[in-house]
């Protein structure tokens, strides 16, 4: 019985066996996961959509673009390590894999420190630029200038469980979450409901949360000794290490900085219709989090799968866990979706009472219903090209979708949609979707196609490293 505790939160090491099974194994944890991190959003969106009303709900929501291109640093810094880690650990060099490990905690503190300097102060004239309804607008201002000041545990948790999951432990990264997920709910409602701090009380319960998370996956990193240990040393970032994982990391950074920078424009779009399109706005993006849970975990799964297997040279057992991946992603994709589609309804309802809302949310539901699944094939394919080293690649695809496909889409067919001489919003919103439906199909294509053209199978930096090693070896002698 130990023995296989042990096992089950020990680093699991992807270059052996069925590569379906370690697939399953690390996802599963991973998805349960997600499912939790997914919950924290949701309950900030229940419980003052409950307790509050339509207001904090659509004040959230507005919230989460600025929030989101803020977090761009979290993002890119957590999948230059995660690709590092997973690549070293693969190739079993435990001297590279404790240097990057020392400079990714180092790289952490730094950007958070940035992070809760700048955030609060460019949202008030952020969310003015917007055209923030004014009804909102005070709301959406405390509820991000809170969560900014208190960014640490977040930044703590994204990356290091990225880490952690680069080395294979993809169970204690979900416990932690978990812990954390049940506390967040119960100070919601203790904040909320008891001491009436509004959007305030949720933020506050957030960041709480996310502080105990994050200090747990701390804990567990340096506590893993029979993988590596971090000493001191290590926490002064070397430049060859710094410069790799900014390479990177910095195109998905620029990746998410791109999609959270074209949601800031389309939100200003979606403030133009008004509360209630806002508000059942959030409450998608609320649903559509959990159905893009499958996409996003099989995604994760296969960078680390990937880069352990690419690390070790085995390129063949890529491409096998690769279909074996795309089958069971996309099959789990489908249930869910089904699922939403019939139950969506009532999942609205957990968010508003309010008619209108819950009929505008379902009809932007059902628009987005099939681009779910032709994001799964985006996501794992892009997985597969990050774990490799091809971080540019999937960058130059999201450009593609976000910036030149979805937004000109969005305004474009908003303004065919407007009454003769109506303004922004005076027409339907079904661009809002429409648009997403429209790239996330194109990006699935394209995405398809730069895989199949296989750029991302030369793209290895333990191979890049080792031949230029042999090569200073060569000219010493």
Not at 333 to 345: A, D
Not at 419 to 424: D, I, L, N, S
Request: glycine share 10%; proline share 4%; charged share 10%.
């Amino acid at each position: 019985m130990s023995g296989k505790l042990t096992t089950l939160f020990a680093a699991q090491d992807m270059t052996q066996g069925s590569p379906a099974g370690n697939l399953i194994r690390f996802s599963v944890p991973l998805l349960i996961g997600n499912l939790a991190q997914q919950l924290y959003s949701t309950v900030d969106s229940i419980v003052v959509g409950a307790y509050v009303g339509d207001g904090a709900l659509a004040a959230v929501g507005a919230s989460g673009p600025i929030l989101n291109l803020l977090l761009v640093l979290f993002m890119g810094i957590s999948v230059g390590a995660s690709v590092m880690v997973s690549q070293y650990f693969g190739a079993r060099d435990r001297e590279r894999l404790e240097e990057t490990v020392g400079t990714t905690i180092t790289a952490t503190v730094v950007s958070s420190i940035f992070i809760m300097v700048v955030g609060p102060l460019i949202t008030p004239p952020v969310m003015s630029a917007l055209g923030t309804p004014e009804e909102i607008y005070d709301m959406s201002c405390t509820y991000l200038i809170i969560l900014f000041a208190g960014i640490v545990g977040s930044a703590f948790y994204n990356i290091l469980s990225g880490v952690l999951r680069g080395l294979g432990d993809s169970v204690m990264p979900v416990i932690f979450l978990i812990i954390a997920c049940l506390l967040n709910i119960v100070l919601d409602v203790w904040f909320v409901a008891g001491f009436h701090w509004d959007v305030a009380g949720v933020a506050i319960a957030t960041i709480i949360s996310q502080v105990v998370s994050g200090g747990l996956c701390l804990i567990r990193l340096l506590h893993m000794r029979d993988v590596l240990q971090v000493k001191p040393s290590h926490l002064r970032p070397k430049a060859a290490f710094l410069k790799q994982l900014i390479k990177l990391g910095l195109p998905s950074g620029l990746t998410q900085a791109i999609f959270s920078f074209a949601m800031i424009i389309v939100q200003s779009l979606t403030n133009s219709f008004g509360t209630v399109v806002i508000a059942a706005n959030t409450a998608v993006m609320r649903v559509d989090g959990f159905a893009m849970m499958p996409n996003f975990t099989f995604g994760t799964t296969m960078t680390t799968y990937t880069g352990q297997n690419i690390g070790a040279g085995k390129l063949d057992r890529c491409v096998k866990g690769t279909r074996d991946g795309l089958k069971i992603g996309l099959s789990v994709s489908v249930v869910l979706v089904t699922l939403i589609l019939i139950f969506g309804q009532y999942l609205m309802q957990m968010f508003t009472s309010t008619p209108e809302v819950i009929s505008t949310g379902m009809r932007m539901l059902r628009i987005l219903a099939v681009g779910y699944i032709a994001m799964g094939v985006t996501q794992i394919l892009s997985g597969v090209m990050r774990g490799a080293g091809d971080t540019m690649t999937p960058m130059w695809i999201s450009i593609i979708t976000t910036v030149i496909i979805r937004v000109p889409i969005a305004y474009g067919l908003e303004f065919l949609t407007r009454p003769e001489g109506g303004a922004m919003g005076s027409g339907t919103p079904d661009p809002l979707f429409v648009s997403i439906l429209i790239s996330w199909v194109m990006g699935a294509v394209i995405t398809s196609i730069a895989f199949r053209m296989g750029r991302w199978k030369k793209k290895s930096i333990v191979s890049s490293q080792q031949e230029a090693g042999s090569a200073e070896e060569g000219a010493s002698k």
